[in-house]
């Protein structure tokens, strides 16, 4: 099976409903990004940024996996699927994708805020008890953070992420401004040979490249057309 990677960013999750942060309108509009996904804004005040994820967190039994997951998630019966993520949803999964990277974190899921990537630290959040609280203890006496990978931080699936898009097949990005690195950087590993589509309604960065195949539409739309095409080429 060819190796298909696909990249995703907040305009994957707009139509499900959940806000992107830099279109008019978005998160970064309402919030300052220094105060609450920033290291030093959670050293700062703690509460606020942790308050801030659970606001988030709340969000997430309210929305549902968009058309454009669910076409993600099918192309697993034709590739070797995997998708590197920004968004720190759970909606990849749930619309069934089995194979996926979250490079800026899991808003499901809590950590120590000593060793935040310490994997015996990182813990579930049980459904029935959503939010952290100031006061809440990770297994190593620390306060209980968000497993979000704040600016400022390492991002620790980079290199994993680097790896896999380097030996793909076919790459597609969906929904991302393209940004925020070093994830905005994971295109750079691509090799030549494969054709890399992008799935998004507005202009990025790099869409004047010749290396892009620009998909005009939103996620959903976007992937209707993108599954046409990629069924041609899984049958060749
Ligand atoms: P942005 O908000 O920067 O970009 C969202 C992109 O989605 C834009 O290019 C939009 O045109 C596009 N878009 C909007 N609606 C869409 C739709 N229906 N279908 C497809 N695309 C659509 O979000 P990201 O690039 O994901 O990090 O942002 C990257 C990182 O910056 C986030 O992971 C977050 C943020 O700060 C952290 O918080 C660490």
């Not at 192309?75 to 996926?100: C, K």
């Not at 306060?143 to 390492?154: D, N, S, T």
């Not at 380097?166 to 090799?191: C, H, K, M, R, W």
Request: hydrophobic residues 40%; contains cysteine; proline residues 6%.
């Amino acid at each position: 099976m060819k190796k298909l990677v696909i990249l995703t960013g907040a305009g994957m999750s707009a139509e499900s409903g959940i806000s992107t942060f830099r279109d008019s309108g978005g998160l970064w509009e309402q919030h300052r990004v220094e105060d609450v996904a920033t290291i030093e804004g959670y050293v700062r005040n703690p509460q606020l940024v942790i308050d801030f994820y659970n606001e988030r967190r709340r969000q997430l039994p309210t929305v549902r996996p968009c058309r454009g997951h669910e076409l993600v998630a099918a192309l697993e019966q034709y590739f070797d699927v995997t998708v590197i993520t920004q968004n720190v949803d759970d909606l990849h999964e749930r619309a069934g994708s089995t194979n996926v990277i979250h490079l800026h974190g899991e808003l499901m899921k809590a950590t120590s805020s000593r060793q935040p990537n310490d994997p015996s630290q990182i813990i579930m959040l049980p459904a029935d008890r959503l939010d952290i609280h100031m006061g809440d203890l990770a297994a190593d006496g620390s306060q209980l953070r968000p497993f979000i990978v704040w600016f400022g931080e390492a991002v620790p699936e980079i290199e994993r992420a680097a790896e896999i898009s380097a030996e793909a097949d076919i790459y597609v990005v969906i929904g991302t401004s393209l940004n925020v690195y070093p994830a905005a950087g994971l295109v750079q590993f691509v090799p030549d040979r494969t054709p890399i589509y992008l799935i998004d309604p507005k202009d990025v960065p790099w869409t004047a490249s010749h290396r892009f195949r620009h998909i005009k539409k939103g996620a959903s739309e976007g992937m209707e057309e993108l599954t046409r095409m990629l069924k041609l080429i899984a049958e060749d």
